[in-house]
């Protein structure tokens, strides 16, 4: 965080090891029709985030399909 230009940095390994697991949890299945996942930006801004600072305000979050996210 930079918190002189109220940023958030997103570590660029991390977020790639929180993508890989996300995408190994969701296995094919017949009882689900469609799923999305929210692609984030490297940076992002404090005001960006929830008053308790631990989600993204829902006007921020950017919806993509499974497949164009978890590509095998």
Do not use: W, Y
Request: aromatic letters at 4%; a positive charge; hydrophobic letters at 35%.
């Amino acid at each position: 965080m930079d918190k002189d230009n109220k940023k958030l940095l997103l570590n660029k390994g991390l977020a790639k090891k929180v993508e890989r697991l996300i995408c190994n949890s969701f296995q094919s299945t017949k009882r689900i029709s469609k799923i999305l996942i929210s692609e984030l930006p490297d940076i992002r801004n404090l005001t960006d985030l929830t008053v308790d600072k631990r989600h993204f305000k829902l006007d921020k979050i950017k919806l993509q399909k499974f497949g164009k996210i978890c590509i095998n």
